[in-house]
C-alpha cells in the first residue's frame, strides 16, 4: 500500500494568513478569541475568533472579484491558493476534498446569493471551478471530526491507488445560525475557553479555513506522513459524548491494533479539547483507559476557538510542524486540572522528539477519530 505524505499547507484565521503565521502566533501564545460586540441574543457579548470582511477582501481582490464568492468560498480559495503557489498542482488527477460542518449557512438570511449556494456540494463546486480542478469535489462533513475525516478520506484514496495526489480543504464560520445552535446547549463559555481547566465552562467558537496537499512521493526532507485513522460512532446522544469515553478509546485502540503501534510509543497528542464539561472528561477517560495518560497532550482551542469542520485539520497542521519542530505548543488557558483521571497537559514550550503523534477528534451524533502521524527523517 503507498505511503501518504502531508506536503505543503496554509492557514487562514484570525491569527493571520499562513501556517507560518498561525504557528508563530501560537509559540507567542497570542490567542484570536475576543469579546465580539453585544447583541440582542448576547447583551454582555460573547468570545470567538472572527475574520475581518475587509481583510478577506484585501488579500482575495489579487486573485479574484470579491462579489462573486462568498465569505466562506472566499476563505477556503485563499488557503488553496497558497497551497497552489507552492506545489505543482495536476489539476486534471489531483483530488479536492472539502470539510465543513454548515458551509454557506450564512447565507440563508442573503440575497447576494442563489439559494442553491447553500448546499454543500455547490459551494465544493464554486471552490473546485476557481482552480478548475477536473475532478467532481468530495464533500466531508461529519460533525466536529470532518477536518480528519477529509484527511482520512483522501489518504484512502491515494492509497488504493483512485488518485495519485490531493488537496484536503476545510473551513467553517461564526455564523448566527452557529451561535444559536450553541447557545440553545448552553454550551458557549462566558469567558475564553479553558480545555481541561478545572475551571472550564464551554467552548469559545472560531472560524477558520486550511488546506493540505498529500502526495506518495518522499522527499529528501524530513517529512510526516500520514499512518492510519480510524472512525467510530458510539450513538450516545444527538450532542452529548458517551460518559465513559469508550467511542473515542475504540477508535484508539483499534488505530493502535491495525498499525501495531504501543501506546509507549506515542510521543504527543493533540486532543480534541473543547473545554465543555462533558467532552473533556470523555476524551481524558479514553487516554487513561488507552494508557496515555502519561504522555504530553495539548488543546489549541484556546488560540483559535472551536472551529468546528476545520478544527481537525488545522490541529493536524500545526501537529505537523510541531512535529517537525520537536516542539510540543503550550496549551493556553490551562491552570488546574479539571478531569477525573490524570493527564500531562503542555504547560510550558519544550523540546522533545516527536517520532510518532497522534490525533484525536470528537463531534455531535457520537462521531470519533483517531489518527496517527510519523516523522520520516530525511535520507542521507
Known amino acids: 500500500m503507498r505511503q501518504v505524505f502531508l506536503k505543503s499547507d496554509s492557514i487562514i484565521s484570525p491569527m493571520g494568513f499562513g501556517s507560518g503565521t498561525n504557528l508563530q502566533q501560537i509559540r507567542l501564545q497570542q490567542s484570536a478569541l475576543k469579546l465580539q460586540k453585544p447583541t440582542s441574543k448576547y447583551p454582555s457579548g460573547y468570545y470567538a475568533g472572527i475574520l475581518d470582511n475587509d481583510i478577506i477582501d484585501h488579500s482575495f481582490s489579487l486573485i479574484g472579484n470579491c462579489k462573486n464568492y462568498s465569505k466562506l468560498e472566499k476563505m477556503l480559495i485563499l488557503a488553496i491558493n497558497d497551497v497552489v503557489i507552492k506545489e505543482s498542482i495536476d489539476f486534471e488527477h489531483t483530488a479536492l476534498v472539502i470539510a465543513t460542518t454548515k458551509g454557506n449557512i450564512d447565507l440563508l438570511n442573503s440575497d447576494a446569493f442563489t439559494k442553491e449556494r447553500v448546499e454543500l456540494w455547490k459551494m465544493a ?101 500520514f499512518i492510519h485513522a480510524v472512525t467510530t460512532n458510539d450513538a450516545n446522544h444527538i450532542s452529548g459524548p458517551s460518559r465513559d469515553g469508550e467511542g473515542l478509546y475504540q477508535a484508539i485502540s483499534r488505530l493502535k491494533l491495525f498499525t501495531g503501534i504501543s501506546s509507549e510509543e506515542i ?59 520537536n516542539e510540543m505548543l503550550i496549551s493556553k488557558n490551562f491552570e488546574n486540572l479539571g478531569t477525573s483521571v490524570p493527564l500531562n497537559i503542555t504547560t510550558e514550550v519544550s523540546q522533545k522528539e516527536l517520532g510518532t503523534a497522534l490525533k484525536t477528534a470528537s463531534g455531535f451524533g457520537g462521531c470519533n477519530i483517531a489518527m496517527l502521524f510519523e516523522k520520516t527523517e530525511a535520507h542521507e
Request: some cysteine; overall charge negative.
Open 125 to 225: 463546486q464554486v471552490v473546485a471551478d476557481f482552480f478548475e480542478f477536473q475532478q467532481k469535489p468530495i464533500v466531508v462533513s461529519n460533525a466536529c471530526i470532518s477536518g480528519g475525516l477529509a484527511i482520512k478520506t483522501a489518504a484512502d484514496f491515494i492509497k488504493y491507488g483512485k488518485f495519485d495526489s490531493a488537496i484536503v480543504a476545510a473551513g467553517d464560520l461564526v455564523s448566527d445560525f452557529v451561535l444559536s445552535g450553541f447557545q440553545s446547549f448552553q454550551a458557549m463559555s462566558e469567558l475564553a475557553c479553558k480545555p481541561f481547566d478545572a475551571r472550564r465552562n464551554g467552548i469559545s467558537l472560531g472560524e477558520a479555513a486550511a488546506a493540505v496537499y498529500l502526495d506518495t512521493k518522499p522527499s529528501e526532507d524530513t517529512e510526516i506522513e
Open 267 to 325: 510521543d504527543f497528542i493533540s486532543a480534541h479539547g473543547t473545554a465543555t464539561v462533558y467532552n473533556d472528561e470523555m476524551e481524558a477517560l479514553a487516554f487513561s483507559r488507552s494508557q496515555l495518560d502519561h504522555v504530553p497532550l495539548h488543546s489549541l482551542k484556546g488560540y483559535l476557538g472551536h472551529t468546528l469542520g476545520a478544527s481537525a485539520l488545522i490541529e493536524s497542521i500545526m501537529l505537523k510542524h510541531g512535529m517537525l519542530n
